[in-house]
């Protein structure tokens, strides 16, 4: 009797909870994170994250950046305000978190769409440049006319002997910031060699190729770097290291590679060891570099690397500074609010191009040159 009186009791306090806002918030919250993938622990860990950071509708974490940032925040922030190590739960948490993250701003629109032809395209857009078997050219949109692109002068390669710019097939490629990477083909109109301001006419197209394969996001970072030349796979490690190395100057970074800046010139394949201060830790990564820039006017090089995989720990850490999630970018810049949307414009995080493509791109010109 008294059993059946007591059951009665808790059927009628959990349909009280079901039928408040607080018991629908929470019901809602398991079913939305059910579908996004997350376990029954996960989302009880996600809740009490919910909970601490004092979200009024934790069902917010599903579908807004602001509320899922303020959540990962908290998350971190106990773990290393508590000068504690992450359990093994609390990492795979965080790893699926940031992976959601990621959907989250995938989803968003300037990812979906693309470029139709050439004359949307913005002055001052760089441009690689391929002719038959000489290699890559950069170049620059100075100006956009209905009826043709002019670029400045192709630089950083060197034509054969006896061969001109006028009436030569090109291959153009460009890395389109919060967009994707884009391939036409077209063709040299006028060659403006003899002007004081070299320049070229090149034909429109409306048969551009959209080539989305990344699979990370990036954002600035200009910090400096330590850089240690390694000799093969068996040395890469995260250990900290207390001395030698050379300087260099990172320009970009995401959970898969970064960009930096160093004196010489950069040499493909090389497997690099970075350390550099993220916030508040001291960070090592491992990486190769997949292709370089050298500036021989100002004999310096831009290295683009691919990590080798980090652990999880350093992962979240860039995740961590990627997305802001602590919002002390925005701090220091003067802003008073925590939790700002991340801009949509070109100064905000932007998907990481593939840092082989340029090298994949020559490799198939080459191989389409041969057929």
């Not at 021989?296 to 350093?314: A, G, V």
Request: with cysteine; glycine share 8%.
């Amino acid at each position: 009797m008294w059993i059946a009186i007591l059951l009665l009791v808790v059927i009628g306090a959990v349909t009280v909870l079901l039928v408040t806002g607080t018991g629908k918030q929470w019901r809602e919250f398991y079913v939305r994170g059910a579908d996004a993938g997350f376990s029954i622990g996960e989302m009880k860990m996600l809740r009490s994250a919910a909970e601490q950071a004092g979200l009024e509708n934790p069902v917010s974490i599903f579908f807004s950046i602001d509320q899922l940032d303020h959540s990962i925040s908290v998350l971190s922030n106990y773990v290393e305000d508590n000068g504690i190590e992450y359990t093994p739960e609390e990492s795979a948490l965080l790893r699926k978190l940031y992976d959601y993250r990621k959907t989250i701003e995938f989803n968003k629109p300037r990812y979906k769409s693309g470029l139709k032809h050439t004359i949307e395209l913005k002055e001052g857009q760089p441009l690689k440049i391929a002719l038959g078997k000489s290699g890559l050219f950069n170049s620059e949109i100075l100006e956009i006319d209905e009826n043709y692109l002019v670029i400045s002068y192709p630089s950083g390669n060197t034509l054969p002997q006896g061969v001109t710019w006028r009436g030569q097939n090109l291959r153009v490629y460009f890395q389109k910031k919060n967009d994707a990477s884009y391939y036409f083909e077209s063709r040299v109109k006028d060659d403006y060699f003899d002007r004081s301001f070299k320049l070229l006419h090149i034909a429109h197209s409306g048969n551009i190729l959209r080539s989305q394969r990344r699979n990370s996001i990036r954002t600035k970072a200009e910090f400096p770097v330590t850089i240690f030349p390694l000799q093969d796979l068996s040395q890469v490690d995260n250990v900290i290291m207390s001395e030698g190395g050379f300087r260099g100057e990172m320009q970009d970074i995401s959970e898969d590679g970064a960009s930096l800046i160093i004196g010489g010139k950069g040499k493909e394949g090389l497997l690099l060891k970075l350390q550099f201060q993220l916030s508040d830790s001291i960070l090592v990564v491992c990486g190769v570099i997949r292709y370089f820039e050298y500036n021989p006017d100002q004999e310096r090089s831009i290295l683009h690397l691919q990590f080798t995989r980090p652990d999880d720990e350093t992962r979240n850490k860039i995740l961590s500074f990627v997305y802001d999630v602590h919002r002390r970018r925005e701090r220091e810049e003067g802003g008073d609010d925590l939790e700002p949307v991340i801009d949509d414009d070109d100064e905000g995080p932007y998907p990481d191009e593939p840092l082989d493509e340029e090298a994949e791109l020559l490799e198939m010109i080459e191989e389409s040159d041969e057929d």
